[in-house]
């Protein structure tokens, strides 16, 4: 049974205060007050992770607004350097002095903003899963990808460079996959469910084949793009959908809760 993870990613928004409001509302919904929702129960079951990843300077209000153990935070990049002359960059111990639970790594934006390769993010991976932090390792396509037939050539490729040197403990213990396909994210236009269920459980069986049955039913994958209120609970309900990684609707603490809602 996979546990399911349900994460936002808050990009370059919540300065320090903001981010502190948001947890402590989200914390009093998860202790069911005031209202009485379903909150409760999902903080009961201990089936489903919630995890923020916060700017790296509102990690730290983060951390200390949170309080019942359910949120996790993640860093959305790391440097796969544990210190030296890396002006800007944030090392992997820094982050897990800090908190840290899980790193994005290769999220679309660094991908195609910051123009980060495949190689990079291989450096990257690899020292997150020697590190105490945990990765959640993005991967998706762009439209012209998927219009020209070549998406799953993409996914393939940008796993099996990260992936090549794992063994099967390691993935199926400690990695966490997320499909974004690129035109899906922050533009309204979500993937259908075929199409996602479709992605991931190429992932899945890439996964297999690779590593073997018992890694790849216990790796985690999640979906991401324009994930709303009203699409989570149809891509929940997928079979190789394990989670969410949310941009936009995480930054309203409502919406996010909703979302969470849709989960348990
Ligand atoms: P979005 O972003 O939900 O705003 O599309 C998702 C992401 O970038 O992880």
């Not at 349900?6 to 509302?25: C, H, L, P, T, Y």
């Amino acid at each position: 049974m996979r546990r399911k993870m349900i994460a936002g990613n808050w990009k370059m928004n919540n300065n320090q205060a903001a981010s502190r409001d948001f947890v402590e509302k989200l914390e009093s919904w998860f202790a069911n007050e005031p209202t009485g929702t379903k909150a409760a129960s999902v903080a009961a079951s201990g089936k489903i992770e919630v995890v923020i990843a916060p700017p790296f300077t509102s990690i730290e209000a983060v951390r200390a607004a949170k309080k019942s153990g359910i949120i996790q935070i993640a860093a959305q990049n790391v440097h796969h350097e544990s210190k030296g002359a890396f002006t800007g960059e944030v090392s992997l111990p820094m982050l897990e002095e800090a908190g840290c639970k899980y790193a994005i790594i290769g999220h679309s934006e660094r991908r195609h903003v910051f123009h980060e390769p495949d190689e990079a993010l291989e450096k990257k991976l690899i020292a997150t899963l020697e590190s105490n932090v945990l990765p959640i390792f993005c991967v998706g396509e762009l439209l012209e990808e998927r219009t020209a037939g070549n998406a799953e050539k993409v996914l393939a490729r940008q796993l099996e460079s990260a992936w090549t040197s794992l063994t099967s403990d390691i993935v199926g213990e400690m990695l966490v996959v997320a499909y974004e396909p690129v035109w899906a994210i922050g533009t309204g236009q979500t993937a259908s469910n075929g199409d996602a269920e479709r992605a991931c459980d190429f992932i899945r069986t890439l996964a297999y084949e690779k590593f073997g049955i018992a890694a790849s039913e216990s790796l985690r994958i999640l979906y991401g793009g324009s994930v709303k209120p009203d699409n989570s609970a149809s891509l929940l309900s997928q079979s190789d959908i394990d989670g969410l990684l949310i941009g936009g609707a995480s930054l309203e603490v409502e919406s996010f809760e909703k979302i969470i809602e849709t989960s348990v």
